[in-house]
C-alpha cells in the first residue's frame, strides 16, 4: 500500500477505506484500529504533550496509557481502540 | 450504605441483579464466565476489548479476513468458540468505570457501544489483567517508542509490525517473543538488549521444561535470531533514544548485575524507526485499590497484587480475583484461577453464611512454574533507575522529569498520595499506571526504605477516563433544581 510495516504474507484484509487525519488521506482497511492504520502509514506522532510540547503516539497499544489519543467528532478518543471506517475525519490534538 | 440514597447515575435502569459479573475477558475470566455458566449461575462477562482472548490470546481484528494460526491464536479462538456456546452474556466493547457496593452485592457502571448502563451483581469477578511496567529512560517518549507488550498486540491483532527497522529491549520473556515475531513476518531486529545474563536464564531451565514445547519453541526464536545475525547483547540496557518527533537512534550500554549503567565507553549506537521496550508485568489493581481489598507485595508475582484466598476471595465479600491482576502467574495458570474463582462464588451463593467450604484446584503451583520462572526474570533490580537522568520525563502525562519527581519526595511527598498532591506525579489520564512503580522505587532509595513500605496511591472513579457525556443524562437546563439563595 505505501511500504509500511503490514504483515502481508497469507494475510487477507478487508477492503481498503480512507479516512483523513488533520487534512491527510491515510488509507487502510476497514476494522482495523486507527493508530495501526497511522503507523502503517508513516505517521508516528498523533499528538503533542500538553505539559512539555513533545510529541507522542503509540505506547501501550491497549487501551491503559492515553498517549495516542485524537479527536474525533469533538471527543478525545484513544486510537488505539477507534476502528477504521471509510470518512472518518480525525484531528491532532495540541495545546496551546 | 444504607442510609445513603445513591442518585441514579445512568438513564438505563438497573435490571435486575445477576448472579456473578467477570471484568475482564482473558484466559482467566473468560474460563471463569464459562465455568460459573455451566453451573447454572446467570453471568455477565464484559471486557474493553471487541473479542475475548485478553492480550496473550489477542484476537484478530476485524480487518483481517485470513491468516495463518499460531498457538496462541489457536488457544484463543478455542477459548471464545466455547465462551460462545456457554450461557454467559458477553458485553465487549465495554468500560467498567465504576464498582459500588450495595446492600446486597455491587452496581458496576459501564460505557459502551450504545451509551452508558449500570449492572447489578450479586457477585463480582475481577480479572483485570496485567499492564506492561517500562521504566523510563532518556527519549522514551518519542513516537515510535512502544511497550514490548505493545507490540504483541499489534502484531497479534492488527497485523501490523512496530517498525522496519526495530530495537528490542528491556527484560523477560517477551524480549525473545516479539524480536522472533518481528523478524518471522518480515521486518529487520536491529538488536535485542536484555539486562538480564545469559546465566539468568539458563538457571531457570528446570522450570521452563515443565512447558517443554513452550521451551523449544523459545530455544528455536533464539537459534533463527542469531542464524539472522541479529546482536542479542545480554546484560545490555538502552542508554537514550533521540530523533527529531519520532525515533531515530538508540544507544545501548553494558550494565551490571544490578541492572545499573556501567563502562561508558562501550556503548553502541543504532540506526531505528522503531524501539520496543518492557520491563515486565504488573498487575492491574486500580479496581481492587479503589474498593480498599487488602493489597500484598511480593516481587516474585510482579509487585504489587490484590490478596486472595486459594480461590480468589478477595478480603471483601462478594468480590473475587483471578488471573494475573491477583499476582502474576501466567497464561498457563490463567484458565485454573479462573475455575477456582467460579468454585468459589458457587460455594458462597450457595452457603450465604460466607466463605462456603470448597477446595482449590491443585495443580496451580504445577502449571504456574514456567510463569513464576518468566517474572522472576523481571523483578526490578534498582540499578535501573540509574538509567533515568535528571532531565528523563518519568510521569509521561504531566511531563514530570526525575528531578521533578524528586524534588518533590525530599519536599516530603514520601508516600504515592502526598507526591500526587505535591507534584501532580501519577494524576494524569494514565492514572499512575506508567510512573507508579518508579517514583516509589525513587522514594525508596531517597528515604533508605524498602519500596514496599511505600505503598500504593488511592485509585478513585472513573477507572479509565471518559467523556462526560457518557454518564451525565439529556437534560434541559430549566430543568435544574436550583435551591433558593442561603438568606444573608
Known amino acids: 500500500m505505501n511500504g509500511g510495516p503490514r504483515i502481508v504474507r497469507d494475510v487477507r484484509r478487508s477492503e481498503p477505506v480512507s479516512f483523513t487525519f488533520d487534512g491527510s488521506r491515510i488509507e487502510a482497511h476497514a476494522g482495523e484500529s486507527v493508530a495501526a492504520a497511522l503507523m502503517a502509514a508513516g505517521v508516528l506522532s498523533f499528538r503533542t504533550a500538553p505539559v512539555d510540547g513533545g510529541n507522542r503516539g503509540v505506547f501501550c497499544a491497549m487501551g491503559v496509557c492515553q498517549e495516542c489519543i485524537v479527536e474525533a467528532g469533538g471527543q478525545r478518543v484513544e486510537s488505539c481502540r477507534l476502528e477504521v471506517r471509510e470518512g472518518l475525519v480525525l484531528r491532532r490534538v495540541t495545546y496551546g | ?488
Not at chain 2, 137 to 157: D, E, F, N, R, S
Not at chain 2, 262 to 285: E, I, W, Y
Not at chain 2, 332 to 341: D, E, S, T
Request: include cysteine; charged fraction near 20%.
Open chain 2, 1 to 488: 450504605m444504607a442510609e445513603q440514597q445513591t442518585p441514579p447515575i445512568s438513564p438505563i435502569a438497573p435490571v435486575a441483579p445477576v448472579d456473578v459479573l467477570v471484568i475482564g475477558a482473558g484466559p482467566a475470566g473468560a474460563t471463569a464466565a464459562i465455568k460459573a455458566a455451566d453451573t447454572g449461575l446467570s453471568v455477565v462477562l464484559a471486557d474493553e476489548q471487541k473479542a475475548a482472548g485478553g492480550q496473550v490470546w489477542r484476537a484478530k481484528s476485524t480487518a483481517i479476513l485470513s491468516a495463518p494460526s499460531t498457538p496462541e491464536s489457536r488457544a484463543g479462538d478455542d477459548l471464545r468458540h466455547r465462551l460462545s456456546a456457554s450461557a454467559a452474556t458477553c458485553l465487549f466493547d465495554h468500560r467498567v468505570w465504576q464498582i459500588q457496593p450495595l446492600d446486597q452485592g455491587w452496581m458496576v457502571a459501564l460505557t459502551g457501544p450504545e451509551g452508558p448502563r449500570v449492572i447489578t451483581a450479586r457477585t463480582v469477578i475481577l480479572a483485570t489483567g496485567a499492564q506492561e511496567r517500562i521504566f523510563p529512560v532518556p527519549g522514551w517518549t518519542l513516537p515510535g517508542v512502544i511497550g514490548l507488550a505493545a507490540a504483541t498486540a499489534l502484531m497479534k491483532g492488527q497485523m501490523i509490525l512496530p517498525g522496519q527497522r526495530v530495537g528490542v529491549a528491556g527484560a523477560g520473556p517477551l524480549l525473545p517473543f516479539v524480536a522472533h515475531e518481528i523478524l518471522r513476518q518480515g521486518g529487520e531486529v536491529a538488536f535485542v538488549a536484555d539486562l538480564n545474563g545469559l546465566a539468568d536464564w539458563t538457571k531457570l531451565t528446570p522450570q521452563m521444561l515443565r512447558r517443554p514445547g513452550l521451551a523449544l519453541r523459545g530455544a528455536g526464536w533464539l537459534a533463527r535470531l542469531r542464524a539472522a545475525g541479529i546482536p542479542l547483547l545480554y546484560r545490555h540496557g538502552v542508554r537514550r533514544i533521540t530523533g527529531d518527533g519520532r525515533v531515530e537512534q538508540v544507544e545501548i550500554g553494558p550494565v551490571d548485575d544490578r541492572w545499573k549503567p556501567v563502562d561508558n565507553q562501550q556503548t553502541r549506537s543504532f540506526r531505528v524507526d522503531a524501539v520496543c521496550l518492557g520491563h515486565g508485568l504488573a498487575p492491574a489493581t486500580e479496581a481492587t485499590r479503589m474498593l480498599n481489598c487488602r493489597h500484598d507485595h511480593d516481587p516474585a508475582l510482579g509487585g504489587w497484587h490484590v490478596a486472595t484466598d486459594d480461590l480468589g476471595r478477595t478480603s471483601i465479600a462478594g468480590l473475587y480475583a483471578c488471573g494475573d491482576g491477583a499476582g502474576i502467574l501466567g497464561a498457563a495458570a490463567a484458565p485454573v484461577r479462573g475455575r477456582n474463582a467460579a468454585k468459589a462464588v458457587l460455594a458462597d451463593l450457595a452457603d450465604k453464611s460466607g466463605a462456603g467450604q470448597t477446595s482449590p484446584a491443585s495443580n496451580l503451583r504445577s502449571v504456574s512454574a514456567f510463569g513464576r520462572a518468566m517474572t522472576s526474570l523481571t523483578i526490578p533490580r534498582d540499578g535501573i533507575l540509574d538509567q533515568i537522568t535528571p532531565e528523563t520525563i518519568v510521569c509521561r502525562c504531566e511531563g514530570l522529569t526525575r528531578g521533578d519527581v524528586e524534588a518533590g519526595i525530599t519536599a516530603g511527598g514520601v508516600s504515592p498520595n502526598a507526591l500526587k498532591s505535591d507534584t501532580r506525579c501519577g494524576m494524569g489520564p494514565c492514572g499512575g499506571r506508567f510512573c507508579q512503580e518508579t517514583a516509589a522505587m525513587l522514594t525508596a532509595r531517597l528515604t533508605g526504605r524498602p519500596v514496599e513500605e511505600i505503598g500504593l496511591p488511592t485509585a478513585r472513579p472513573p477507572l479509565r477516563p471518559l467523556p462526560i457525556e457518557a454518564v451525565a443524562s439529556d437534560f434541559d437546563y430549566d430543568e435544574l433544581p436550583i435551591p433558593a439563595p442561603a438568606p444573608l
